[in-house]
């Protein structure tokens, strides 16, 4: 991975790329709070209500069936057979990278194969046609579709994905050039395994072939919450808008430029 200009930058840029183990969020809004969406409302009567199977909270959309459920089972299917790998997460120490796995991540990253152009086309699909719309944004790129496979037990702890907590400074910082995180969900018989916002108070149950769409920073830290049983197949990837300030000089390795 190329990042811009000198060794010391890229250390930096290095490092704020790092996953914290703990997860400190300074988006914590106060209940009595306006709301941070402007709706006027007060945060725990708005996007931090805590009633039950109320809408998703402000900037968390949900397209059903956005992937028929054939296609979602031809896909599940097909990627059962394929290579995985497990994913780990990398923390800094004091003068290396240590990379850990089955703690805060069990996730398996399986390789499409065959079916990389038709994931591809089917996001980019989503990045046009949806995701642009509601944001009412161009993008400039989205990263290669990740497919992720969640056995039982496997989840993933709270992040977020665009930006890390730096222990050092109290505070978030962005790390990777990601604007809007996109998750599409393959099917739903699992047990467990819901997607939870934390600041929100709110979970979404995945449904076979649903988009999920949020903004990637920090106000939007989500869990991966444990399956309990079944396997959890989901598609991930992660848009940058166009025109908006860079960490880094250019797009991720593996992205699709719109
Ligand atoms: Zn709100």
């Not at 444990?226 to 808008?241: C, H, K």
Request: aromatic letters at 12%; one cysteine or more; hydrophobic letters at 35%.
């Amino acid at each position: 991975m190329r990042v811009a200009n000198d060794a010391t930058n890229s250390k930096k840029l290095q490092q704020m790329m790092v996953t914290q183990r703990a997860l400190r969020p300074d988006f914590a809004p106060t209940r009595n709070e306006r709301c941070f969406c402007g709706s006027g409302d007060r945060f725990r009567n708005c996007c931090g209500s805590r009633t039950k199977d109320r809408p998703p909270p402000h900037g968390v959309e949900i397209v059903s069936t956005f992937l028929d459920a054939d296609r979602c089972r031809v896909w599940s299917d097909y990627l059962e057979r394929q290579p995985r790998q497990r994913l780990g997460t990398v923390e800094a120490r004091e003068d290396h990278f240590e990379t850990t796995y089955d703690v805060d991540r069990i996730t398996d990253v399986v390789k499409a194969g065959e079916l990389r152009g038709e994931i591809n086309g089917e996001i980019e699909r989503a990045f046009r046609t949806v995701i642009a719309p509601l944001c009412e944004r161009p993008f400039a790129w989205f990263e290669y579709p990740q497919v992720l496979r969640y056995e039982p037990g496997g989840w993933y702890r709270a992040h977020a994905d665009s930006e890390v907590f730096v222990q050092d400074q109290q505070s978030w910082a962005k790390g990777i050039d990601r604007d809007i995180s996109l998750l599409l969900y393959l099917n739903d018989e699992f047990r467990g395994g819901s997607l939870s916002f934390l600041n929100f108070n709110y979970s979404y149950r995945p449904r076979r072939g649903d988009l999920v769409v949020f903004p990637s920073d920090h106000r939007y830290a989500h869990q991966a919450e444990p399956v309990e049983q079944g396997l959890r197949w989901v598609v991930a990837s992660w848009g940058a808008f166009a025109n908006e300030p860079r960490v880094r000089s250019e797009p991720a390795p593996e992205s699709i430029v719109l």
